[in-house]
């Protein structure tokens, strides 16, 4: 007999009491919220982590372990990169907008990395990069000081955000898809769960 046949066996669900399911992207005023609020911190790391989550829309396995010489050549930082996904082992290819060239090649520099050089370095780990659950701290950090329930966002919805966004305006799912790598469209429309918001935005839109 299992839990969902016998709800007194007295084992307590894995799930009770979190919130399960996709994490929602961050609306634009939020995310000037953190990089304003980073900004005046003066968290050179932070602001370059946070705008290149954006930009990239990696996974965090992806965007902790990215070195150096994955962003920039010589002294600047390129305009787009190449990145080979653990999970997919399918390259993704992003942008890399002006102010997030700016927050990296200021991180570069305030840390001295060199060209081989992890991104994102450990600071207690010497030759390592931050974890993924390092990351998934600093994430949740940075919205619960916006206010928002940390237990609501994730690294995900840093990957999800610009193209929530993109699809908002557009409604191009194909280019959803190749900027998420995707290897289906069925995989973007479960992702950016579309489907209800698109189903319900309809029905809000139709006068009877």
Request: aromatic content about 6%; charged content about 25%.
């Amino acid at each position: 007999m299992d839990l969902l046949s016998n709800p007194n066996s007295g084992r307590i669900p894995w799930n009770k009491g979190k919130i399960t399911g996709q994490k929602p992207a961050l609306k634009l005023k939020e995310i000037w919220a953190i990089r304003i609020r980073l900004q005046l911190a003066n968290k050179v790391r932070d602001l370059a982590l946070f705008n290149l989550a954006l930009d990239s829309k990696l996974r965090g396995c992806d965007l902790v372990r990215m070195r150096v010489k994955d962003v920039a050549h010589g002294n600047s930082v390129n305009k787009r990169a190449v990145i080979l996904q653990q999970k997919t082992h399918e390259p993704v290819q992003f942008e890399i907008t002006t102010q997030t060239r700016e927050s990296i090649s200021d991180w570069i520099k305030t840390a001295t990395l060199q060209y081989d050089s992890f991104l994102f370095p450990s600071n207690w780990n010497s030759g390592h990069p931050i974890t993924t659950r390092q990351y998934a701290r600093v994430v949740k950090k940075w919205v619960s000081q916006i206010g928002l329930d940390p237990s609501e966002y994730g690294t995900h919805s840093l990957r999800r955000t610009k193209v929530s966004l993109i699809y908002r305006k557009t409604k191009n799912l194909r280019a959803v898809q190749l900027l998420l790598g995707h290897k289906s469209l069925e995989s973007t429309v479960k992702y950016l769960g579309i489907e209800v918001d698109d189903a319900l935005e309809m029905s809000e839109n139709m006068e009877i």
